[in-house]
């Protein structure tokens, strides 16, 4: 089938971006992620679709089924985007499940079950520091409550952004489990698996548990040259060296799949004359093995006291969150390597090491994820590109999975 539609759209959504071509940035609420809010409820509008709006900004386009009592079956994305970002990371998701909904209403012939698209709110963390909001809340992971109290870096809070479509009841987001039959997720891979081994499909056995922690190491200021240095208490210095702790406890974890990343660093006064005396420290911290992980960020936490009672520096350590991998559908995994089988394209079963918001809604359905390669593995950045080809591609599969499970 022909992707010209889609590549167009895709092009198209690109525009609506706070920085110029090529770069991509559309933080939650903002004026850029409104409109292209607007954008994609037009195009659905327009194909015939049916969509609504939850409280918290999540967008839903259904094409009915016949039996319309049946647990619906769903898909998407998201389209928001980091600072400085590309094209393709969620949008070919949304995009994708669009066109595949479309195809589906086009033929003529409606599947028994629903089809739901689903753009979901902040996936990526850019506004209130945690990602996957929209699902997050969807799942009952985040509570209304906890939600409410998320304010960004100019002090504003969920409530005082969200437009008047989103404004409902927060305690209305949730969903049940069993509320859909099966979610699939299609989404460029962000690694350089795929296009190394020429592999046009992906399908994710395993998502990788994501746990995030803010620590803050308090120490004593001073003149950087009237201070001498047997005498000083560098809240900088035990934040380094907890960052090497981290790297330090990812390597040695036991697991292949551990990552652990120092992200942020805010140091106060942070003159260069001035002896650092209040540091601000976030971690991010995954793996598939939740043992593993949980044994290393014990490490971690027990490491950086010890680092601070050594230096004279007190730390102060806090849960950002922490949630368990996903383990993918059997049943799903199945079902979409018959039709890539049947669709004449390769593929190969792997993990994913990014999270998702597939992540959080494998606690109400079964669900999968479809990988398409990513040029050099890049994300996150100006040049992430995905060829119309390896689009197309997973388009074909989402469409012939998605049917195959309506139908059902």
């Known amino acids: 089938m022909s992707i010209d539609r889609l590549t167009q759209e895709l092009a198209e959504l690109a525009l609506i971006s706070a920085h110029p071509t090529p770069a991509v940035t559309r933080v939650l609420f903002s004026p850029e992620d409104l409109a292209a809010r607007k954008w994609l409820l037009d195009k659905a509008k327009a194909a015939g679709l049916l969509t609504r709006i939850d409280p918290v900004g999540n967008l839903f386009i259904t094409l009915p089924g016949s039996d319309p009592e049946l647990p619906s079956i769903a898909t998407g994305s998201h389209t928001?985007?980091?600072?400085?970002?590309?094209?393709?990371?969620?949008?070919?998701?949304?995009?994708?499940?669009?066109?595949?909904?479309?195809?589906?209403?086009?033929?003529g012939d409606p599947p028994r079950r629903s089809i739901e698209l689903i753009m979901f709110t902040a996936e990526e963390p850019t506004r209130f520091g945690i990602g996957c909001l929209g699902s997050r809340m969807l799942a009952g992971t985040t509570s209304a409550e906890e939600a409410r109290a998320l304010t960004d870096a100019d002090g504003l809070k969920l409530d005082d952004l969200r437009p008047p479509e989103c404004r409902g009841n927060l305690e209305d987001v949730a969903l049940p489990e069993g509320c859909y039959e099966a979610f699939v997720e299609l989404h460029i891979e962000q690694g350089p698996l795929l296009e190394k081994e020429?592999?046009?499909?992906?399908?994710?056995?395993?998502?990788?548990?994501?746990?995030a922690f803010r620590l803050r190491f308090v120490g004593n200021g001073g003149h950087a040259g009237a201070v001498l240095m047997p005498d000083r208490h560098d809240a900088f210095l035990a934040a380094a060296?907890?960052?090497?702790?981290?790297?330090?406890?990812?390597?040695?974890?036991?697991?292949?799949?551990?990552?652990?990343?120092?992200?942020?660093?805010?140091?106060?006064?942070?003159?260069?004359?001035?002896?650092?005396?209040?540091v601000v420290m976030e971690i991010d911290f995954r793996d598939t093995d939740l043992d593993a992980r949980e044994r290393a960020i014990a490490r971690i936490r027990d490491g950086s006291q010890e680092i601070g009672a050594r230096r004279g520096v007190s730390v102060e350590w806090n849960v950002i969150h922490s949630d368990p991998p996903a383990i993918c559908s059997p049943h799903l995994l199945d079902t979409a390597s018959a039709c890539a089988t049947s669709l004449g394209y390769s593929h190969r079963r792997m993990i994913s090491r990014a999270y998702h918001d597939s992540l959080f809604m494998a606690r109400?359905?079964?669900?999968?994820?479809?990988?398409?390669?990513?040029?050099?593995?890049?994300?996150?950045?100006p040049d992430e590109y995905a060829s119309p080809e390896d689009i197309g591609r997973g388009v074909d599969l989402l469409t012939h999975t998605l049917l195959e499970l309506a139908r059902k």
């Open 364 to 381: 109400l359905c079964p669900t999968l994820m479809i990988f398409i390669p990513c040029r050099n593995g890049w994300s996150h950045r």
């Open 198 to 211: 020429g592999v046009p499909i992906g399908l994710v056995e395993r998502i990788a548990a994501p746990a």
């Open 80 to 107: 928001d985007a980091i600072p400085n970002a590309g094209a393709f990371d969620g949008t070919v998701g949304v995009l994708g499940g669009l066109e595949a909904l479309r195809r589906i209403r086009e033929s």
């Open 241 to 278: 060296e907890t960052a090497l702790l981290v790297e330090r406890a990812a390597l040695e974890s036991g697991s292949p799949d551990t990552v652990g990343t120092t992200g942020v660093l805010r140091i106060h006064p942070g003159a260069i004359n001035s002896i650092p005396c209040d």
